[in-house]
C-alpha cells in the first residue's frame, strides 16, 4: 500500500492534485482512495449546524471545530481515526490518497508509522475567499516553515501539475520496482 498525502493551503488545488494521483493509478489497473483528515470536521458541522458542503465552506465553523475537538478529546484525534480508516482501506485499495494535510503531525506521524508515505506540498498563487483571519488560522499557516515535504509542486496551470506529478509517480514506481 502507498499513502500519499497533501498539505497546502484553502484553495491552492490540493483536491485536484488528489484526483490526479487517482487518475495515474486507475490508468494502471492500481486501486485508489481519497479521503480527508477534515471528513470528521464536515460530518460533525452537518450534524450539528445542518450545513451542507459546497462552495464557499464555512471555513470558521470548521477551523473552529476542528480547534475544539482537539483541544477536548485529543489533539491527534483526526490523524488516529485517519490510521483506523487507514487499516480498513488497505485491506481494499493499492493506493491512499489524503487531500487535505493542514498541521504538521498530520505529515510526520504518518511518515514515522507508514513505509511508503509520500508526501507533496503544493503551493498556489491562487486566490481564495478567506477573511484576513481565516488566512491567519494555523491550519493555513503552520506549513509555511516546514520543509520535510518528500515532494513540493507548484499548482500554476492543471497541464503542468498533471506533467509534473506523473513525473513524480513514474519515479515512485520504478525506485519501488528496483
Known amino acids: 500500500m502507498k499513502l500519499f498525502i497533501i498539505g497546502g493551503k484553502a484553495n491552492s488545488g490540493k483536491n485536484e492534485l488528489a484526483k490526479l494521483i487517482k487518475e495515474y493509478y486507475d490508468l494502471k489497473n ?7 483528515y477534515s471528513k470528521y470536521v ?33 489533539p491527534q484525534i483526526f490523524i488516529d ?46 486566490e481564495n475567499d ?3 483571519k481565516e488566512k491567519q488560522h494555523i491550519t493555513e499557516i503552520e506549513f509555511d516553515k516546514f520543509n520535510d515535504f518528500d515532494y513540493e509542486l507548484i499548482n500554476d496551470d492543471l497541464n503542468n501539475l ?17
Open 30 to 36: 492500481k486501486k485508489s482512495i481519497i479521503t480527508e
Open 42 to 74: 464536515k460530518l460533525y458541522t452537518h450534524e450539528m449546524f445542518n450545513i451542507n458542503y459546497s462552495d464557499p465552506k464555512p471555513r470558521k465553523i470548521l477551523q473552529d471545530l476542528g480547534e475544539v475537538s482537539r483541544k477536548l478529546v485529543n
Open 81 to 126: 481515526r485517519m490510521i483506523e480508516d487507514i487499516t480498513i482501506f488497505k485491506e481494499y485499495y493499492d493506493n491512499i490518497i489524503i487531500s487535505d494535510a493542514r498541521l504538521i503531525p498530520e505529515i510526520t506521524l504518518m511518515k514515522s508509522k507508514y513505509k511508503n508515505c509520500y508526501t507533496i506540498h503544493l503551493l498556489s498563487n491562487r
Open 130 to 132: 478567506l477573511s484576513e
Open 162 to 178: 498533471k506533467k509534473d506529478i506523473y513525473k513524480i509517480l513514474d519515479d515512485i514506481e520504478s525506485s519501488e520496482e528496483k
